[in-house]
Antibody, heavy 117, light 110 residues
Framework: EVQLVQSGGDLIQPGGSLTLSCVASGITVNSKFLSWVRQVPGKGLEWVSVMHPGGNTYYAGPVKGRFSISRDNSKNTVFLHMTSLSVGDTAVYYC???????????WGQGTLVTVSS | QSVLTQPPSASGTPGQRVTISCSGGRSNVGSNIVNWYQQIPGTAPKLLIHSDTRRPAGVPDRFSGSKSGTLASLAIRGLQSEDEADYYCGTWDDTLDAVVFGGGTKLTVL
């Protein structure tokens, strides 16, 4: 059984930085596509970033240059490093794994990031 | 405004058949596989249909997907109360180099 356990959500001031973590079990993070998807409460899904098994990374336009996805194979963990946060980044952030891209097979529980002064 | 267009709401009575559409363009639905997700409020989304028409293990065969050109559809037959949820379509967009989602359809079982 695949489990993705997330942590790191917090209340952060505009302009601040935050790193989210997603610890995987049942899969190895370097064998799957690992993505971050966010959702403003009450709104729809928005894809944020993906790391391919080979290490290539892609980002959505609104976060390009500010967010960075990485992984630690030894800890079987994927990270989302977020900088220059703004109110518009406030959302529940989900990590998700894919075998067949871009279908998200398994999802973490979500973690809330609130950007507010 | 979402790249993929879904109706904001749909409804049906128990036992009925309901379809949800997902309209896109040549750079997304027209050239890439479409996936469908079910999200019960307060929980993470769940993959319902992948590769346009395929159901993951454990998804009832009441759920089916189809695609023609730039229009994808999700059909639910034999509607049940537990099907009340938000449904999203998603795919890759070759122009944006990004995953795009529809705005979501809230399904109400009357």
């Amino acid at each position: 059984e695949v489990q993705l356990v997330q942590s790191g959500g917090d209340l952060i001031q505009p302009g601040g930085s935050l790193t989210l973590s997603c610890v995987a079990s049942g899969i190895t993070v370097n064998s799957k596509f690992l993505s971050w998807v966010r959702q403003v409460p009450g709104k729809g899904l928005e894809w944020v970033s993906v790391m391919h098994p080979g290490g290539n990374t892609y980002y959505a336009g609104p976060v390009k240059g500010r967010f960075s996805i990485s992984r630690d194979n030894s800890k079987n963990t994927v990270f989302l490093h977020m900088t220059s946060l703004s109110v518009g980044d406030t959302a529940v952030y989900y990590c998700a794994s894919s075998t067949g891209w871009p279908g998200f097979d398994d999802w973490g529980q979500g973690t809330l990031v609130t950007v507010s002064s | 405004q979402s790249v993929l267009t879904q109706p904001p709401s749909a409804s049906g009575t128990p036992g009925q058949r309901v379809t949800i559409s997902c309209s896109g363009g040549r750079s997304n639905v027209g050239s890439n596989i479409v996936n469908w997700y079910q999200q019960i409020p307060g929980t993470a989304p769940k993959l319902l249909i992948h590769s346009d028409t395929r159901r993951p293990a454990g998804v009832p065969d009441r759920f089916s997907g189809s695609k023609s050109g730039t229009l994808a559809s999700l059909a639910i037959r034999g509607l049940q109360s537990e099907d009340e949820a938000d449904y999203y379509c998603g795919t890759w967009d070759d122009t944006l180099d990004a995953v795009v989602f529809g705005g979501g359809t809230k399904l109400t079982v009357l």
